[in-house]
Structures are given as C-alpha cells and as structure tokens.
C-alpha cells in the first residue's frame, strides 16, 4: 500500500489560493522596471498577438498541477510492504575461528574426499551463524595473532561472507588461544545483553599470543562470557598409500586439557569434533545450550517515492518556461528564423 509520511505538508495545498486572495494586486503605475526606445512600438501590437485565454487556462492548469505535485512530493508518499516477523531481543554471540596453518590438514572426509579442516569448519559455521535469528554474531580471526574480523552485527550474511573470505595462515601460523578469548571478552563485555557467548574452535594448543589461555578464561568468567570450546580434528590425517587410503596417528597437537578447564571455568562446555558429522552435532548441541530469545515482532518494509512527484513537477516548469519563452518572443513580432538565415542577417 502507499501511504505519506508527512500528510501534514498537504495542508501547504491552498497557499496559492490565500496569496491570491490576501495578498494586494502589484500596482501597475509603479514605473517600468526597464525602459526602451521602442516602448511605443510595443504598444501599438495588434490584440492578436497577446496570449489567447485558452492558451492562459492552460498555463494555469499546468501551474496548479506543478503545485499539486510539489506538495505531494513534501508529503512523503512511500510504498510499505507487507509485514514481515523479526526477532527483537537475542543474545550476542562471538565466534573465534583457528586459521593457524595446521587447519589445512586433510584429515575430514567429505563423500571419500580428504577436505582440510578450515573448509568444513567454514562450512559448518555458515549454516550455524543463518540459523542464529534475533542473535547478534561477531567474528574473531587467529593465528599468531587474534584479529576481530566483524563486529557484533545482526547482519548474518555479512559474518558469512567474512567467513568465506579467511584464508589460512592469514593471522599467522601459530595459535594465540589467550588473545582470541581477551579480544573477544573486550567486545562482549560492555553490551546490554544479558546472554554474551564465545564459541571458540581451534585444533591445536596454544603457543604463541600475549595472553595465557587460563587467565583469560578467568577474565571471560568475571565479565559474564560464557566459552564452548571446540576442539577440531581427525584421529589422524587421511593419506594416499599404495594400499589405499589411510589415517595415520592422532591429533597429537590438540590440547583437550586446556579448551575443557576454559569451557568450565566460564560454565560453557567442551565438544569434540572429529568428523563433519561431528562437527554438525556440535553447533546443535550448542543450539539447544544457547537458544535464541527472539520475541514476537513485525516490521514493514518501506520505500520512499517522493522522487516520482518531484520529477513530475520539474518537468512541467520546464514545459511551463520553455512556453513563456516563445509566447515572449511571439508577442514581440519577432519571426521565427532559420540559424542560416540569422547568420545572413548578422553578415
């Protein structure tokens, strides 16, 4: 349906009307506001030459049309759409993501493929971070370093996107556990919400960062933070052998110990994600942990049409000066000439 913003502006509709009426007629004695040699000669035209009333009703129905238009356009009118459910109330959720270099390991099997385990993670989380209606979800790169790649936003697409574009190695090819949790305390802990989670996967310990793991689990404890730790991996790379396809040892990287004490010294859990399959267990587990708290709202969305009116009231004070300009000219007896025949006049 179409509606107007600011329907009040209609009340601007009879202004032309109430300056006709109130205000006095222009003197015609006041003197010239340009004198001429050839006043004379202008006034002895013949009366077929004026403007014919028909052509004078025109250009006030043209005149009052351009009002009608303006005043339309300041009134605002706008398409609204139906209305459409939205979530009004969620929680804020961070999601802190390991692209160390040993996330290219292939040890994920996807339909009897080797997949390194930044590309199933990446996966995973996007349909994780769709499903997350009312939440607003961060996201936290880390290698060497912990880096906030997108802030808090309900723009779950964008998130996805920043997910797409990680690269591995792209933080640095150590993992910096402690910085990604501070980094992410940092950005939950002065936010309304009552709910503020991290979900935090990584598939190595932590050897590198300024922060030690423990001591920022204590920190997110203090602020509010609940931390899900997810330990990612295989039991052991998939390889190629002359005998066929293998795993070979274990994820002897993965330090379990520490991502369990920080799930329990802030209240969250710890999962283990050994395969895709896994991996999918995990994020509904935390679904069912952490459910969104969406309450019941609408929205209508809206598109100004202001432009339309506008443009239609340009174009007929367009039309309206380019008619002035030839009834000025016609009235002056002056013919109208080709450019060849002006630049023979001129010669």
Known sequence: MIDLATPWALGLLPLPLLAWWLLPPARRDAGAALRVPFYAS??????????????????????????????????????????????????????????????AIEDFDVRGRPVDRLRVVNAVARDFVRSRDGDRIGLILFGSRAYLQAPLTFDRETVVEMLDEAELGLAGKETAIGDAIGLAVKHLRDLPAEERVLILLSDGAS??????????????????????????????????????VRRLGGNADLDEETLRRIAGLTGGNYFRARDTQGLLDVYRQIDVLEPTEGEAATVRPTRSLFYWPLAGALLLAGLLLAGHAHGARSSLGVPHASAHEERKVAA
């Open 207 to 244: 050897n590198a960062g300024v922060l030690e793991p423990l001591r920022a689990a204590e920190i997110a404890k203090r602020e509010g933070v609940r931390v899900y730790t997810i330990g990612i991996g295989a039991d052991g790379p998939i390889v190629q052998t002359p005998f066929g």
């Open 42 to 103: 202008l006034r002895a035209l013949p009366a077929g030459s004026r403007r014919a009333p028909a052509s004078r009703r025109l250009a006030l129905a043209l005149k009052s049309l351009a009002w009608l238009l303006l005043v339309f356009a300041a009134a605002g009118p706008r398409f609204v759409g139906e209305p459409q459910p939205v979530a009004t109330q969620g929680r804020d959720l961070m999601l802190a993501l390991d692209i160390s270099g040993s996330m």
